[in-house]
């Protein structure tokens, strides 16, 4: 199973010499034992600067906590759930867009 992770996120408009830092990515997972074939997250309606998601610059706010995908693969590589807090200790500022094992992974190839 392969995993792309970074913190690197890029503006949608220019600076007039390329793109600003911002906190927005995406990210695959692909492998044998993953549930193929799914987008998970949720694509922002409105990606216009009227859109409530933009605050200025080209710059989002995430729908999907960076926590909301490593809970799932956490899990995965046999995090017991008593011990996720260690691991993501943000996940518990979550309620939505939070995804399990069984989310990601065949329920048959994962431990």
Same mark, same amino acid.
């Given at each position: 199973t392969v995993i792309s992770a970074s913190e690197f996120g890029r503006t949608l408009t220019s600076n007039g010499l390329g793109t600003d830092h911002a906190w927005g990515g995406n990210h695959f997972i692909?492998?044998?034992? @993953?549930?193929?074939?799914?987008?998970?997250?949720?694509? $922002?309606?409105?990606i216009t600067d009227d859109g409530i998601l933009n605050i200025g610059r080209g710059r989002l706010i995430p729908t999907t906590p960076w926590e909301g995908v490593w809970k799932g693969i956490s899990e995965w590589f046999? @995090?017991?759930i008593q011990n996720m807090g260690s691991v993501? $200790?943000?996940?518990?500022n979550f309620a939505s867009n939070?995804?399990?094992?069984?989310?990601?992974f065949q329920s048959s190839l994962f431990r």
């Open positions: 692909a492998g044998g034992s @993953v549930a193929g074939g799914r987008i998970h997250g949720q694509y $922002p309606d409105d046999g @995090v017991e993501l $200790p943000n996940l518990s939070i995804f399990d094992a069984a989310d990601l």
